[in-house]
């Protein structure tokens, strides 16, 4: 299988819990909280924001894209195969997820107040994209 390389992004207000998006990252897809850095920022109205950020490579990649092609739904996949060229720049797949959602333990797609994900496989023909990401998504599902 070609490089992997998930990147996970998640900005945590105030009045939300941290504690159920590590929890919820652990249940649904075995991450543990050490893989995740944390920044503390200060937002536009003076409030305090957590930045939650996870790189992961080689098997635990794979592994998260396994767990996470394995929640969603047909329907769900379809639309990300679907909308691959869109969703996709300089070899990285974007997904937004529900935060919401989420915590209740179920993926649900969301643009706005979202998590982020990133998948990175190099790709050195962009008109290679759908058929790589396609081929990726197949062999670990």
């Not at 098997?59 to 996709?88: C, D, G, H, M, P």
């Amino acid at each position: 299988m070609a490089k992997l390389e998930v990147t996970i992004d998640v900005i945590v207000h105030a009045t939300e819990d941290l504690g159920k998006f590590y929890e919820s990252f652990n249940e649904m897809f075995g991450l543990e909280e050490e893989v995740f850095s944390i920044s503390h920022v200060t937002g536009h109205f003076e409030n305090p924001i957590t930045v939650l950020r996870a790189k992961i490579t080689k098997k635990l990649a794979i592994r998260f894209l396994e767990k996470f092609l394995k929640i969603l739904s047909e329907v769900q996949k379809s639309e990300i195969i679907n909308e691959i060229k869109e969703r996709t720049e300089n070899s990285t797949l974007h997904i937004r997820l529900d935060k919401q959602e989420f915590i209740r333990g179920r993926l649900t797609f969301k643009e706005k107040e979202a998590i982020k994900l990133k998948i990175h496989t190099p790709i050195y023909n962009k008109k290679n994209t759908i058929k790589v990401f396609s081929e990726i998504f197949q062999q670990v599902n």
